[in-house]
């Protein structure tokens, strides 16, 4: 049986099993609490230093760990033309523009 929780963030009752762990009655209430000083890094200063040896780290993970459709295309590969059959004709959820990315940001 489901139990009421309360959400962190807006105070919005919900609905979850007891075994779920959820905080949250959305993601985009999750999302919000990680914003300013709710985000593990916010008020991080990193040195020159730091972040080479960040970038350092993502470039040989992804020497070692290459992506699994790199190079690849409807021509070439089955998985990935079968993928491009599944998204013909949906319309995207999000638009990616500059203009729609300057509104979202601004609505938030």
Request: charged share 40%; hydrophobic share 25%; net charge positive.
């Given at each position: 049986?489901?139990?009421?929780?309360?959400?962190?963030?807006?105070?919005?009752?919900?609905?979850?099993?007891?075994?779920?762990?959820?905080?949250?009655?959305?993601?985009?209430?999750?999302?919000?609490?990680?914003?300013?000083?709710?985000?593990?890094?916010?008020?991080?200063?990193?040195?020159?230093?730091?972040?080479?040896?960040?970038?350092?780290?993502?470039?040989?993970?992804?020497?070692?760990?290459?992506?699994?459709?790199?190079?690849?295309?409807?021509?070439t590969d089955?998985?990935?033309?079968?993928?491009?059959?599944?998204?013909?004709?949906?319309?995207?959820?999000?638009?990616?523009?500059?203009?729609a990315i300057?509104?979202?940001?601004?609505?938030?």
């Amino acid at each position: 049986m489901k139990e009421v929780k309360k959400c962190l963030y807006c105070g919005k009752e919900f609905k979850i099993w007891p075994s779920r762990k959820k905080k949250y009655c959305s993601i985009k209430c999750y999302q919000k609490t990680l914003k300013g000083s709710g985000n593990p890094n916010y008020n991080n200063k990193w040195t020159d230093k730091k972040k080479k040896e960040a970038s350092m780290i993502k470039k040989e993970y992804f020497k070692n760990n290459k992506v699994w459709n790199k190079g690849l295309t409807i021509e070439t590969d089955e998985r990935v033309k079968k993928y491009a059959e599944t998204q013909k004709g949906q319309k995207r959820k999000i638009k990616w523009t500059k203009e729609a990315i300057i509104k979202n940001t601004l609505e938030e």
